[in-house]
Nanobody, 114 residues
Framework: VQLQASGGGLVQPGGSLRLSCAAS????????MGWYRQAPGKQRELVAT???????NFADSVKGRFTISRDNAKNTVDLQMNSLKPEDTAVYYC?????????WGQGTLVTVSS
């Protein structure tokens, strides 16, 4: 399995970004997909997950601002980030969890700054 994340960049506070992660392989539709982030000097933390039937879970800090979606036909998972705050600045990683086997993509940097 290979995961390729894209969509990061610089955005002003209050703005929006959409991250996308494309996965190779045939297990995507059976897997839980997640987005995590790591800010400078901090540990990696969960942002959002979506399981194989579309159930979602969000960190309290992003509830109401971020949404996660998946397209099993395209093997992609997206993270729509709205009302961005400076504290959302981090490297964002996508993650695939299949039967507790975990794969990570490379990170994509999101910077929220004026």
């Amino acid at each position: 399995v290979q995961l390729q994340a894209s969509g990061g960049g610089l955005v002003q506070p209050g703005g929006s970004l959409r991250l996308s992660c494309a996965a190779s392989g045939r297990i995507f539709s059976f897997s839980t997909m997640g987005w995590y982030r790591q800010a400078p000097g901090k540990q990696r933390e969960l942002v959002a997950t979506i399981d194989s039937i579309g159930s979602t879970n969000f960190a309290d800090s992003v509830k109401g601002r971020f949404t996660i979606s998946r397209d099993n036909a395209k093997n992609t998972v997206d993270l729509q980030m709205n009302s961005l705050k400076p504290e959302d600045t981090a490297v964002y990683y996508c993650n695939l969890d299949w039967l507790n086997k975990i794969w990570w993509g490379q990170g994509t940097l999101v910077t929220v700054s004026s």
